[in-house]
Nanobody, 115 residues
Framework: QVQLVDSGGGVVQAGGSLRLSCAAS????????MHWFRQAPGKEREWVGGITYSGETTKYADSVKGRFTISRDNAKNRLYLQMNSLKPEDTAVYYC????????WGQGTQVTVSS
């Protein structure tokens, strides 16, 4: 079992950067594929990207490819989402999730990008 706590959200101007963190507890973090999702107001939850157990392989949605980077530190039980060149359409609540399909979710952290 994995418990997840998202943090790092905030308000940023378009073109700016933010780094989200996901703190995981539980002994299985290093064996779990991890993902980031987001949900904008009035829209369905959208997959942002994922990372394998070791962190060697990442995949991204086309909408964020080249701007967002997912990484993990298994020694610290941490998942990260580095977001650069942010756009107003990136405004959403961001969630980390464990498993494929996800079995466990963080509580979400709000990201607001102003134009």
């Amino acid at each position: 079992q994995v418990q997840l706590v998202d943090s790092g959200g905030g308000v940023v101007q378009a073109g700016g950067s933010l780094r989200l963190s996901c703190a995981a507890s539980g002994r299985t973090f290093s064996t779990v594929v991890m993902h980031w999702f987001r949900q904008a107001p009035g829209k369905e939850r959208e997959w942002v990207g994922g990372i394998t157990y070791s962190g060697e392989t990442t995949k991204y949605a086309d909408s964020v490819k080249g701007r967002f980077t997912i990484s993990r530190d298994n020694a610290k039980n941490r998942l990260y989402l580095q977001m650069n060149s942010l756009k107003p359409e990136d405004t959403a609540v961001y969630y980390c999730a464990a498993g494929t399909p996800p079995d466990y979710w963080g509580q979400g952290t709000q990201v607001t990008v102003s134009s």
